[in-house]
Protein backbone atom coordinates (compact mmCIF):
# COMPACT_ATOMS: atom_id res chain seq x y z
CA UNK A 1 0.00 0.00 0.00
CA UNK A 2 1.53 3.45 -1.13
CA UNK A 3 1.84 5.39 1.81
CA UNK A 4 0.05 8.16 0.01
CA UNK A 5 -3.31 5.57 0.45
CA UNK A 6 -2.42 5.40 3.97
CA UNK A 7 -2.33 9.06 4.55
CA UNK A 8 -5.10 9.65 2.85
CA UNK A 9 -7.04 7.39 4.49
CA UNK A 10 -6.06 8.24 8.17
CA UNK A 11 -7.10 12.08 7.03
CA UNK A 12 -10.50 10.43 6.30
CA UNK A 13 -10.38 9.20 9.65
CA UNK A 14 -10.00 12.20 11.06
CA UNK A 15 -12.14 14.27 9.12
CA UNK A 16 -14.95 11.78 10.36
CA UNK A 17 -14.34 12.55 13.90
CA UNK A 18 -13.86 16.04 13.65
CA UNK A 19 -17.02 16.22 12.10
CA UNK A 20 -18.78 14.49 14.58
CA UNK A 21 -16.96 16.27 17.52
CA UNK A 22 -17.39 19.47 16.30
CA UNK A 23 -20.33 20.34 13.59
CA UNK A 24 -22.79 17.62 14.32
CA UNK A 25 -22.31 18.02 18.26
CA UNK A 26 -22.94 21.94 17.66
CA UNK A 27 -26.05 21.08 15.63
CA UNK A 28 -26.88 18.44 18.56
CA UNK A 29 -26.98 21.44 21.30
CA UNK A 30 -28.28 24.11 18.73
CA UNK A 31 -31.84 22.45 19.06
CA UNK A 32 -31.72 20.84 22.01
CA UNK A 33 -31.86 17.35 21.12
CA UNK A 34 -31.98 14.33 23.64
CA UNK A 35 -30.81 11.84 20.38
CA UNK A 36 -29.34 11.18 17.41
CA UNK A 37 -27.75 9.06 14.66
CA UNK A 38 -26.33 10.18 11.62
CA UNK A 39 -24.34 7.57 8.66
CA UNK A 40 -22.42 9.01 5.58
CA UNK A 41 -23.68 6.19 3.11
CA UNK A 42 -19.89 4.56 3.77
CA UNK A 43 -19.88 3.11 6.90
CA UNK A 44 -19.21 6.03 8.67
CA UNK A 45 -21.39 6.38 11.49
CA UNK A 46 -22.13 8.21 15.19
CA UNK A 47 -24.39 8.25 17.55
CA UNK A 48 -25.56 11.17 20.05
CA UNK A 49 -27.26 11.40 23.56
CA UNK A 50 -27.87 14.14 26.17
CA UNK A 51 -26.81 12.37 29.64
CA UNK A 52 -28.98 12.94 32.83
CA UNK A 53 -26.52 16.09 34.02
CA UNK A 54 -26.73 17.98 30.41
CA UNK A 55 -23.26 16.65 28.96
CA UNK A 56 -23.11 14.94 25.53
CA UNK A 57 -22.42 11.18 25.01
CA UNK A 58 -20.81 10.77 21.36
CA UNK A 59 -20.63 7.16 19.76
CA UNK A 60 -18.73 7.05 16.41
CA UNK A 61 -17.09 4.14 13.70
CA UNK A 62 -15.47 4.55 10.55
CA UNK A 63 -15.10 1.58 8.06
CA UNK A 64 -12.32 1.38 6.20
CA UNK A 65 -11.69 -0.91 2.95
CA UNK A 66 -8.53 -1.98 1.87
Do not use: C, P
Amino acid sequence: MSDDLKKEEKNERMQWSGFVEATVVNFFDEHDLAKMSIEDGNGNKAKLSRTKDGGVKVEYSSIILL
